[in-house]
Structure formats: C-alpha cells, structure tokens
C-alpha cells in the first residue's frame, strides 16, 4: 500500500505529482486540507507543471498567466490538457486548460524562453530584518484563531516569517500598512528538480498578494467583512530559484476600483536580486455595514 504523505509540504508535493493519463493530458488532486474552493496557487503550480513536463528541460519558464474562469471543487482532481503552441530551441510556448468533468476552471499561458547574458537592472530589494530573527506564522496566529480560523486550519507546507504586522495584528492595533513584505520557503527539503522550486513559489505567490489592497484601508480578513477572489495572476520569471532558502515576498497595491483590486510585487533571493515579478486582478466586495 502507498505511504500517506504525513506533512502539509509532503503532501503538497504529493499534489504537484501530476499522474500522465494521455498525450498531454495529467490529472492533480487536492491536499486533505482545502479551502471551500481549489486554491488558486495550488491550480496555478499544478498548471505550470503540467506545461513544464512538455518541454525541453534545458528551456527555464519566462512567465506564467493565469485566468480563473470557474471555482474548482476540492472534492475533484483536476485535468490538466496541455496544447504545444511553439516549440523551439530556445523558445517555448505552452496553453494549458484545467477542466474538472467538462466544466473549465482556469486557462494558463506559459512561455519558456532561453536568454543568455545581456544587460541587467532591477528594482532593490527592501531593507528588512533577516528571517532567523522573526517570529514564525503559528507565533502571528497565537491568540487570533478565532479570528482568522481559515489561516490556522489551512495546510502550511510554505514556513512565512512577516516583516511587518500581518493583517489581523495591524487592525487589531488600529493602523493601516500600504505593503506587505514576508521571507517564504518550503517547510523542508525539496527534490533537485528546478520545476518543482518554481512551481513551490508560484504557489507561495498566491499568499498575500491582495492584503495591501485591504491593509492601506486599515482592514483585515476576519475582522471586516470581505469577500475576495482571485480574477487572473501573471508571473515573471528573471532568475531561478532555490525555494529551500528564503526568498522574500515584496507586494503593495497600486488601484483598487470598481470593486477590483491589483497587487503587485517582486521575490527577491537573499542577496537582494529580483527573481520575479508578480501581478494579481482580484474581485474584491466590501461589506463596511459591519462595525468596526
């Protein structure tokens, strides 16, 4: 009989083990934690693994996009049917539509480009404490379970350590904050496959992308009523990553409008160079009738 993945980080790269039922075609399942819909960092890496197992592996991703177009049901695998747009020696270009029965939940575009040596400039990397003197997420949580019960029960295969005050500790004080900054990496070892770092922090991506759109208006999730979905995501890839050693995660909002808000950010390895670019659409309601 198989083994049981017995940790959240085992058990999420159980999930992005994606098992080849065609040409093209693999079938991803859920963790045993889920939220009421499929995560999307969870669609969006199981999407780019999809892609990537389709493609030379010398060809690194250059970027990810992603449109929800229907919630997922945890309760369901998940199809992923791959369409070979381009194949070149340095370029690639994948579509990948995730169908559970007949129903598409999510169409991603990924391109894979090989680039060489050429000119460099990035944005720098904000000063911030060093991760091993912050306090963990489950220290963030003590005291606000009943707050936030969905971050306490969620599956916690990534360890985050915030430089700032998450959302619930910054409304509890009664402040706002127009950024979000958190060192991220994977809660153990990972294999030496460089899809499987990548797709970790693509998944990591989907995390707290939106909280700046909330937290520069002083709320909170569990303290205020809001509703929040993810519309369509977009990731570029600079540099490679190692997701067994921090990265941190820099995201602010730059609009909110027509209840639709953009988060925005960069990961950033250690020595401050930017591994990637992130954007997030998110459909965003706010319910301000309860008091806060």
Not at 189 to 198: N, Q, S, Y
Not at 199 to 210: G, N
Request: net charge negative.
């Amino acid at each position: 009989m198989p083994v049981e993945p017995n940790t959240d980080l085992e058990e999420l790269l159980a999930v992005l083990d994606l098992k080849v039922t065609d040409d093209d075609v693999f079938v991803g399942s859920h963790p045993s934690k889920t939220p009421l819909r499929t995560f999307g960092g969870q669609l969006m890496a199981q999407s780019l693994v999809a892609a990537s197992r389709t493609v030379a592996e010398h060809l690194p991703p250059g970027a990810l996009s992603v449109h929800f177009i229907n919630g997922g049901d945890p309760a369901r695998d998940i199809e992923f049917r791959v369409h070979r747009l381009r194949d070149e020696r340095r370029f690639a270009n994948r579509r990948v539509d995730a169908f559970q029965g007949d129903t598409l939940i999510a169409t991603a575009m990924v391109s894979y480009l090989l680039g060489g040596s050429g000119i460099e400039h990035s944005v720098e990397a904000p000063t911030v404490a060093e991760p091993e003197t912050l306090p963990g997420l489950r220290e963030r949580l003590n005291g606000y379970e009943d707050v936030v019960p969905g971050f306490v029960k969620a599956p916690h295969p990534i360890e985050w350590r915030y430089t700032n005050d998450p959302a619930w500790i910054m409304r509890d004080k009664g402040g706002s904050l127009d950024h979000n900054r958190v060192w991220l990496k994977a809660d153990g070892a990972l294999p030496e496959d460089p899809v499987l770092h990548t797709a970790m922090m693509v998944y990591s991506s989907d995390t707290t992308v939106l909280d700046s759109i909330i937290t520069k208006h002083g709320l909170s999730w569990g303290f205020d009523r809001i509703f929040a979905a993810s519309a369509n995501h977009t990731l570029w890839f600079h540099r490679p990553v190692r997701f067994d050693d921090w990265v941190l995660y820099a995201t602010s909002s730059p609009v909110a409008a027509d209840s639709r808000g953009l988060g925005t950010g960069h990961f950033f390895d250690r020595s401050g160079q930017v591994i990637a670019t992130v954007t997030q659409e998110g459909v965003l309601k706010y319910f301000p009738s309860v008091k806060r």
